[in-house]
Every structure is written in structure tokens, then in C-alpha cells.
């Protein structure tokens, strides 16, 4: 009896191996592996490199000068106070210009909705900064602030700090 049940033991110990050396001999069904791609590690880029890149575009500064004229970013003539039509075109210019170069906002292409936003909500938001002097008119402000939402800029600042008088 003893002797039959060290046979029946045996014998069940060997099927067990075939069907174990078979199972772990199979090849892995492609739909059961799971492949990771990992991308690449940022570099970061010096300011030279961004300051190349197309997308690339600082803030617009318009300053309100004590005679009335408007500036943008210190160099660029965009009209006066009491007629900021320059100022419009130069800032639907510029948005439109960012629009063509595709200035997408950081991290929107990895948006699953990326497809459905329409070019105005890929590109990205620059600030516009209103600066003028405290001698100016708020009124005169005002209409430059109004000047600026119709040429497309939004966000807009007020520079409140290191004002000329």
C-alpha cells in the first residue's frame, strides 16, 4: 500500500512538471505585455536659445507719455491717448503673428482635447502692461485700457509702481 502511494505520488509530481515545463515554455501572447516609452530628459535651454525660439514673446509694455503719446515697449510709436487706433492694429498685428507662428501655450499639446481648441486658445497669453506717469489723466488710462481689450490683449496690468510724475 505504502509502495503504491509513493508510486501515485510520484507520477502526480511528474505531470505536474510536464505541464509546468510546458506552461512557462509558451510564448507570451502579445496583448498580455505592457511596453513603456519613456521620453527624453528636459534640457534646459540658456536665454539666448529661448530668445531664438519662434514661440518666444515677452510682455507688451504701453506707456502713456506726458504728452500723450503712447509707446509700446519703450521704442515702437502706437499713436495717443485721444487717437489709439495704431495701438489696436499693432496688437491684433501681433496676436495674429503669434497665432501664425503657432505660440502655444506651455504643455498644450499634451492636452487630450488639444485637437478641438481652435488656434485663439492654443496660443499663448501674453500680458499687456499699461504704464504712465501719475500726472495723466485716469480718464485718458481709461481709453488706453479700452484700446488695449479691442486690439485682442488679455490679460492686461497696471504698473502702479516706479512711476515717472
Same mark, same amino acid.
Given at each position: 500500500?505504502?509502495?503504491?502511494?509513493?508510486?501515485?505520488?510520484?507520477?502526480?509530481?511528474?505531470?505536474?512538471?510536464?505541464?509546468?515545463?510546458?506552461?512557462?515554455?509558451?510564448?507570451?501572447?502579445?496583448?498580455?505585455?505592457?511596453?513603456?516609452?519613456?521620453?527624453?530628459?528636459?534640457?534646459?535651454?540658456?536665454?539666448?536659445?529661448?530668445?531664438?525660439?519662434?514661440?518666444?514673446?515677452?510682455?507688451? $509694455?504701453?506707456?502713456? #507719455?506726458?504728452?500723450?503719446?503712447?509707446?509700446? =515697449?519703450? %521704442?515702437?510709436?502706437? &499713436?495717443?491717448? +485721444?487717437? @489709439?487706433?495704431?495701438?489696436? $492694429?499693432?496688437?491684433? #498685428?501681433?496676436?495674429?503673428?503669434?497665432?501664425? =507662428?503657432? %505660440?502655444?501655450?506651455? &504643455?498644450?499639446? +499634451?492636452? @487630450?482635447?488639444?485637437?478641438?481648441?481652435?488656434?485663439? #486658445?492654443?496660443?499663448?497669453?501674453?500680458?499687456?502692461?499699461?504704464?504712465?506717469?501719475?500726472?495723466?489723466?485716469?480718464?485718458?488710462?481709461?481709453?488706453?485700457?479700452?484700446?488695449?481689450?479691442?486690439?485682442?490683449?488679455?490679460?492686461?496690468?497696471?504698473?502702479?509702481?516706479?512711476?515717472?510724475?
Amino acid at each position: 500500500m505504502r509502495f503504491l502511494a509513493r508510486r501515485s505520488t510520484a507520477i502526480l509530481t511528474f505531470a505536474v512538471g510536464i505541464v509546468a515545463v510546458w506552461y512557462f515554455q509558451q510564448p507570451i501572447a502579445p496583448s498580455s505585455r505592457f511596453l513603456v516609452q519613456l521620453p527624453p530628459a528636459p534640457v534646459p535651454l540658456t536665454p539666448e536659445q529661448i530668445a531664438a525660439l519662434p514661440n518666444f514673446c515677452g510682455n507688451f $509694455v504701453v506707456s502713456i #507719455e506726458t504728452n500723450g503719446s503712447l509707446k509700446m =515697449n519703450e %521704442a515702437v510709436d502706437v &499713436g495717443s491717448v +485721444e487717437d @489709439p487706433s495704431k495701438l489696436i $492694429v499693432q496688437l491684433r #498685428e501681433m496676436f495674429q503673428e503669434r497665432m501664425r =507662428n503657432r %505660440a502655444y501655450a506651455e &504643455g498644450i499639446t +499634451e492636452r @487630450p482635447d488639444f485637437a478641438k481648441l481652435s488656434e485663439e #486658445e492654443r496660443t499663448a497669453k501674453v500680458q499687456v502692461t499699461i504704464r504712465a506717469p501719475r500726472s495723466v489723466a485716469y480718464a485718458d488710462v481709461m481709453r488706453v485700457i479700452d484700446a488695449a481689450k479691442g486690439g485682442g490683449a488679455s490679460p492686461i496690468f497696471l504698473q502702479v509702481d516706479d512711476l515717472p510724475q
